[in-house]
């Protein structure tokens, strides 16, 4: 069975978009199953309170999707700190990128859809997919 995909913020919050062409892909994407972590949970919730400006109970629905949709979101433990710590020293990414690297990393996967990051770049086993090039 191949690897789950590991999604980043950007992806999610892009499925519960309105009026964004990247809304329908995404939306594909994570009705196909994948993993994600507490942080992106945390992202999102950020991001759709902030930004969007959506109320807490549609937030609430959203993330219930979610966890419906996904498997269980990984914790943010030290081990995956530690591992961060060294990703974004060795190939110099952004603290909270190398976080979602090495959460994706610790779940097993060997893609990560996101459009924060180089598309096709390899870190640790880990491709870098951006769905909406």
């Known amino acids: 069975m191949p690897a789950r995909p590991f999604f980043d913020t950007n992806v999610v919050v892009y ?9 329908e892909q995404a939306e594909r994407l994570l009705a196909a199953g994948g993993i994600i972590s507490v942080q992106v949970l945390n ?6 309170r902030r930004k969007l400006g959506r109320d ?16 269980p979101p990984l914790p943010l433990t030290i081990e995956i700190h530690d591992i961060a710590v060294a ?3 060795d190939h ?3 603290f909270y990128d190398a976080l979602i690297v090495a959460a994706a990393r610790q779940g097993g996967c060997d893609r990560l859809y996101s459009e924060d990051m ?8 880990l491709t870098i997919h951006n769905p909406f090039r």
Not at 15 to 23: I, L, M, Q, Y
Not at 43 to 48: D, P, R
């Open 92 to 94: 110099m990414l952004a």
């Open 15 to 23: 499925a519960f978009a309105t009026d964004d062409p990247r809304g």
């Open 56 to 71: 807490w109970t549609e937030i609430e629905t959203q993330v219930a999707v979610l966890r419906t949709l996904l498997d």
């Open 87 to 89: 990703l974004a020293r």
């Open 43 to 48: 992202e999102f919730v950020k991001v759709s």
């Open 118 to 125: 180089q598309h096709g770049q390899s870190i640790a086993g």
